[in-house]
């Protein structure tokens, strides 16, 4: 169960394995007749992580070769997608949990509650089929134990989200990592967004934690890399700490938005207000995130003003009588950012899985270079398309198709679209050198030729303003 639950939500049981989309570019021929199981497919996948040392990258080939060569077109076409993340998608996680309480006939709100406070949908699925709604009331907060974080919807303005929320707490929405931090005692525990332990590579936030006032502790908010002027770097300078054992070579600051659990109490429940009232009782001002609770447009437009002045991607707008919805995007949290767009050049496409099998979906990106009159990949995406936007550009790329590899069609450079983008990150990855971060289509424009593109220049400026 907590495998076929984890494979139907995109994504792994287990941590990645090392296999991206270059070493699934040359695939053998599928299988005429299935024959692979669950478990043994993940069995392999497990085996293919876990080879390392002299020889292991031949190893690793030829054990995803034989498991390949068993699997038929439709079967490789999704292990594809679940490997290289494109199935992964923000809204498969509550798909899930409906799914499991329908399977098991109980209400969505009981499977999603466990799945909140167990961390992991497959276990909660096994109870929930086993044992029924009885079996899912085991599962209670656990100091020490990660739960799923709350996350928010996206708001295009702060008029809008504040019709949408009434009288709130606006907050400066920080470039950093999303941490939770837990304490029993002395023993503290430091969780990222994903749920993965990193409490050893991030000392000062262990030692803060240490010093704070009261018994046990469940708190949500960020750990941030910021400079001497308390702006903050680069979002990968912060996360360079978390992929690496080298600690304290990029100092962190940690500053928290809410309390889940203090003294003994569970405070999931309880209205925000009531929360960031227990949070302001805990924590002095410098390890909260500043707050602002108002219903005034022209309120919050100054606060996220300042809050952009400060170097921070937007602000949140949070219901104050909502509670804490771990694992879900609830209603209650509203994000509003301030989103870069480009036009840029679609470059190539590859075939869809699942939903959009039969469709081109996931784009290629360039920029324009000036220099040369060529097009400099920035990276890809298949967010932000509608099924009519999918039909046309399907069929449209194809009237464009110069050749095709495995599940890639290579277009001529003339379709331009608007990307919309929260910041540019170095990349290693791209001939560039730089990646757009969290890229969605806003749509194509159709009054512009390629020679109109935006131009790498204007990529490289947007990065440079970010590290300044």
């Given amino acids: 169960m907590p495998v076929a639950v984890a494979y139907l939500a995109g994504e792994l049981p287990h941590a990645p394995i090392g296999v991206g989309w270059a070493a699934l570019r040359e695939l053998p021929s599928p299988a005429d007749t299935p024959t692979l199981e669950l478990l043994e497919v993940d069995a392999a996948l497990r085996r293919i992580g876990e080879t390392t040392g002299p020889g292991s990258q031949a190893l690793r080939r030829s054990l995803l070769g034989d498991l390949f060569s068993r699997a038929t077109g439709t079967e490789q076409r999704f292990l594809v997608g679940l490997l290289t993340g494109e199935l992964r998608q923000g809204a498969l996680a509550g798909v899930m949990a409906d799914a499991v309480a329908k399977a098991a006939q109980i209400p969505a709100a009981a499977v999603r509650r466990a799945q909140m406070l167990s961390g992991d949908l497959g276990v909660v699925a096994g109870h929930a089929l086993a044992e029924g709604e009885s079996g899912l009331a085991r599962f209670r907060l656990d100091v020490l134990r990660p739960l799923q974080p709350m996350l928010a919807q996206t708001a295009e303005t702060l008029d809008d989200a504040l019709a949408r929320v009434g009288s709130a707490a606006v907050e400066w929405k920080l470039d950093g990592a999303r941490i939770q931090m837990h304490r029993r005692g002395d023993e503290v525990r430091v969780f990222t967004r994903n749920l993965a332990d990193v409490t050893g590579r991030v000392p000062e936030i262990v030692e803060l934690s240490r010093a704070l006032p009261g018994g046990d502790l469940v708190l949500d908010g960020e750990a941030i890399a910021l400079d001497d002027e308390r702006r903050p770097r680069p979002f990968q300078v912060t996360m360079s700490r978390f992929g690496s054992r080298t600690t304290r070579a990029v100092p962190l600051s940690a500053v928290f938005f809410d309390v889940l659990h ?141 050749h095709r590899d495995g599940y890639t069609v290579y277009v001529r450079p003339e379709l331009v679209v608007e990307i919309a983008f929260d910041g540019v990150q170095a990349s290693s990855r791209y001939p560039g050198g730089l990646a757009l971060r969290f890229a969605r289509v806003k749509g194509y424009r159709e009054d512009k030729r390629a020679d109109e593109s935006d131009t790498i220049e204007t990529v490289r400026a947007i990065h440079a303003g970010q590290t300044e």
């Fill in 262 to 402: 203090a003294n003994g109490e569970d405070l999931l429940d309880r209205p925000a207000a009531e929360r960031f009232a227990a949070l302001d009782a805990l924590l002095p001002q410098e390890l909260r995130v500043p707050r602002l609770e108002t219903a005034d447009v022209a309120e919050a437009e100054r606060f996220l003003v300042d809050a952009l002045a400060h170097g921070h991607e937007g602000v949140m707008v949070k219901s104050l009588g909502a509670p804490y919805e771990a694992g879900r995007r609830g209603a209650g949290w509203l994000k509003v950012k301030q989103a870069h767009t480009l036009d840029l050049v679609v470059l190539a496409a590859e075939w869809g899985h699942g939903r959009r099998q039969g469709w081109l979906s996931n784009l290629h990106l360039g920029a324009r270079n000036p220099a040369t009159g060529e097009f400099v990949m920035l990276g890809k995406t298949f967010k932000g398309m509608t099924d009519a936007m999918l039909a046309w550009q399907t069929e449209r790329l194809l009237e464009l198709e110069t």
